[in-house]
């Protein structure tokens, strides 16, 4: 059983910059893949980035690629996604999700989700 809480959501202004943190309980946090998704409001879930177990490999969605970064510290069963020049169109609640060994951009693999974090990036 893995519980997975959110934080570092919050309002920023266009350009601006926040880092989210998921926080993951258990003893078992490094054999999973974890993903970061995202919902706006009206909008379906769609994946934002993602890290394989050790943090060797990640993937990212192309709308954000070059803007943020997923990193994880297994020592401290947190994974974190870094968000720079963020864009109005970033505007959404933030989930982070678990699931064993690596990542997919599919949410549906995922086991264990977050509650989510609010980001608001006003213009």
């Known amino acids: 059983q893995v519980q997975l809480v959110e934080s570092g959501g919050g309002l920023v202004q266009a350009g601006g910059s926040l880092r989210l943190s998921c926080a993951a309980s258990?003893?078992?946090?490094?054999?999973?893949?974890m993903g970061w998704f995202r919902r706006a409001p009206g909008k379906e879930r769609e994946f934002v980035a993602g890290i394989n177990w050790s943090g060797s490999s990640t993937y990212y969605a192309d709308s954000v690629k070059g803007r943020f970064t997923i990193s994880r510290d297994n020592a401290k069963n947190t994974v974190y996604l870094q968000m720079n020049s963020l864009k109005p169109a970033d505007t959404a609640v933030y989930y982070c999700?678990?699931?064993?060994?690596?990542?997919?951009?599919?949410?549906?693999?995922?086991?264990?989700w977050g509650q989510g974090t609010q980001v608001t990036v006003s213009s």
């Open positions: 999700a678990a699931r064993p060994n690596t990542y997919s951009s599919d949410p549906g693999g995922y086991r264990y």
């Open positions: 258990g003893r078992t946090f490094s054999m999973y893949g």
